[in-house]
């Protein structure tokens, strides 16, 4: 039989699959996924989203800076293009996306993100408004001091080196310089599981801390805060917080502070004021905060604010004017204060990798302390590495001084033999180095003086190696070295510098300003209107509630309308059982058809509206339910702090609310379903905080229902209301009886609707 080639190469791809399907080793799917998930889990916690506690730069942030510095962008280097560093470092460092590293690079450059810029911008990189950088073939930049200062000793063996992801060249574990970025700059992340959010701190005070742990490594955290004091944000703004609270976020490496815009007040004509911000809490956008402040005015949130402009230049000013002269200043603020991002919580989470290269929470002792020992390991490792140096030299200063003592001779075998090499190192004892030093020696240098010099400089390099011999043995001097370093960065960044100053203030707030908004409201008359479809509007004045000139939506209609005033709070009872409350100076105006008081407090949709009625907190008011139960429940009680309304009357599917009626009387009427009418004593009726309440009328047939109900005074007499006037019964006796009776049948004349009138 003829087998044709491609039968052949048949035959061998099967023969290769079936080998395939032998080696393949059965492993569980979940352990397939959990044990991968976990690599990727660790890439990114590690190797993307947390700071490293040491140098406080994320991978992307050190391989910037490293390449920065390959390509000699120092700070009295010319500017270059972004595009050329993010290009770089694409190709040579980090094989991720131009977007990642060019928005890491810009974060680095913005003065309002990171107390100590590391990136010389110059260009469109972005502002406080929030809005973006342009494109980096437009932007230029180079290194400030400051990341030259993080990079400080890295040509001298200070750190390790790792090969890049191709082999081609190294970059750097970890950065060495003794500048504390992790703490001077923050940083902020999110992993896998974990997140990190740093603040920024002033570096004077980073020092004074640094150098109390040098001296006293046990040091607690309440004598680091003694000189760290608290966060110093880009932005400025006040910190609130008191002592004991950031000795306690520090301690255990979360928490959070409370911080404020900076305000101040500007007297203007006629004894009027207006309060203007200059400073804003750290991390807002400035742009939204305004924005936020005008949608809160617009909806009648700050009945304390006039109005808001923004002024803002390169500095921030945003003026805000007070509704009216008789408004203090201080008020107005402790209530926009506790109503927008003028104040603001930034939540601390100090979760770095440690130096072993696990993630994890530190308390701030922990956190100097690490960067400390790596500060000792960096000046031993450069320690050692200019002792080689010098034994290097030394040796090469040596050789020299040999030719000196015996320049006829060398240079006779240099001129005469063929391996002048080997001779001398023969003759004279040489090493290879030094004879390598000698030949390459100019003859311009064959001179007295330069004798002299060798000796001077030989001299000099032994007593710098005895230094540096007992700096390696003395922790002492170790430690002195320490304080030399941070005190010459702490001299760099004064705070009498512009950079340096602290720019966020401590101010402990001591009594917290109690605001009443709604005493600032102006008093004014309104009409009130609730249709049945749910939307409320208020109409200025007291309108003629028999004849409104309202219009409604198609197929909508009116359900409820009363007066009220602009400082009433207005109550609306559920079937659910439910109050909710509103504010009168808060509802919309007639123009339209209002807005949906379902929006406005979360009133279910299957929920019914039973009553809509002016709160008054010294009134009670009697709650009945479909089957004849309810309670007497004080005004007091009835206030909803909240949205979602507040429980009061427990009801069922089959036991709604249906009434809701203000106590006024000491009798009380009821009318149901089943054409009976009861009229007993008011004081038969419990009053209640919460409840289901207890049996008001009793009906016979489960169908049955209470239709009204109506308190008045005995002495007054009892009646209804219709349209063609009130009637009045001479003799109630029939119909008086005890609460959970069933009553009488109603008397003649009484409206067919089962209603007492209004």
Known sequence: MVYSVADKKRKEVMKKAEN??????????????????????????????????????????????????RQKLSPSAAFRKCATVVGDV????????????????????????????????????????????AAYRYTESKMTPAAMLIMDGIDEDSVDMIPNFDGTTVEPTVMPGAFPNLLANGGMGIAVGMATNIPTHNVSEIMDALNL??????????????????????????????????CKNYDTGRGAFRIRAKWEVEKLDRGAEQVVITEIPYGIIKSKLVEQIADLIDAKKLPLVEDIVDESTTDVRIVITPKSRNIPVDKMMAHLFAMTDLEYKFNMNFNVVDSNGAPRVMPIGDVLREFIAHQKNVLLRRTKWRLGNIERRLEILSGLLIVYLNLDRVIEIIRNEDDPKAVLMEEFKLTEVQVESILNTRLRSLRKLEEMEIKREDQELRAEKDKLQALLESEEIQNAQLHAWFDDIKKQYAKTTALGR??????????????????????EPVTIVLSAMGWIRAAKGHLDLNNLDMKFKEGD????????????????????????TLSANDLPSARGFGESVRMMADISADENIVSAFVLDTNAK??????????????????????????????????????????????????S???????????????????????????????????????????????????????????????????????????????????????
């Not at 229902?705 to 219709?722: C, L, Q, R």
């Open 557 to 580: 209609e009116l359900q409820f309308a009363f007066h009220a005033q602009t400082t009433d709070k207005i109550n609306l009872f559920g079937s659910f059982g439910k109050m909710f």
């Open 213 to 246: 742990v040098v001296d006293k490594n046990d040091a607690t955290t309440e004598q680091i805060m003694k000189k760290l004091v608290g966060p110093d944000f880009p932005t400025g703004g006040v910190l609130i917080d008191d002592f004991a609270t950031i």
């Open 20 to 69: 395939t399907i032998e080696n393949i080793s059965g492993q569980q799917l979940s352990d397939a996924l959990s044990e991968r998930y976990l690599s990727y889990a660790v890439s990114t916690i590690v190797a993307r989203a947390l700071p490293d506690v040491r140098d406080g730069l994320k991978p992307v942030h050190r391989r910037i800076l490293y390449s920065m510095l």
């Open 502 to 523: 602290r720019r966020t203030q401590w101010t402990p707030s001591t009594e917290e300003v109690v605001v009443n908004a709604d005493e600032f409201i102006e008093k």
């Open 90 to 133: 694409l190709g040579h460092y980090h094989p991720h996306g131009d977007s990642s590293v060019y928005d890491a690079m810009v974060r680095l450059a913005q003065d309002f993100s990171v107390r100590y810029p590391l990136i010389d911008g110059q260009g469109n990189f972005g502002n406080i408004d929030g809005d973006p950088q």
């Open 672 to 758: 149901g379903s089943n054409d009976k009418l009861l009229i007993f004593e008011a004081n038969q009726i419990p009053e209640m905080s919460r409840g289901k309440g207890v049996i008001l009328q009793k009906y016979n047939a489960e169908r049955t229902y209470t239709i009204d109900a109506m308190f008045f005074n005995m002495s007054d007499g009892f009646g209804w209301t219709t349209g063609r006037g009130t009637t009045k019964l001479d003799d109630i006796t029939p119909w008086v009886a005890k609460r959970a009776s069933q009553g009488h049948t109603i008397p003649v004349g009484f409206p067919r609707s089962g209603k007492f009138g209004k």
């Open 621 to 670: 008011y009697l709650l009945v339910g479909r089957h004849g139960t309810g309670f007497i429940v004080a005004g007091e009680n009835c206030v909803a702090q909240t949205k979602s309304g507040k429980q009061i009357m427990n009801v069922d599917d089959k036991n709604p609310a249906v009434l809701c009626v203000r106590v006024c009387g000491d009798m009380v009427a009821l």
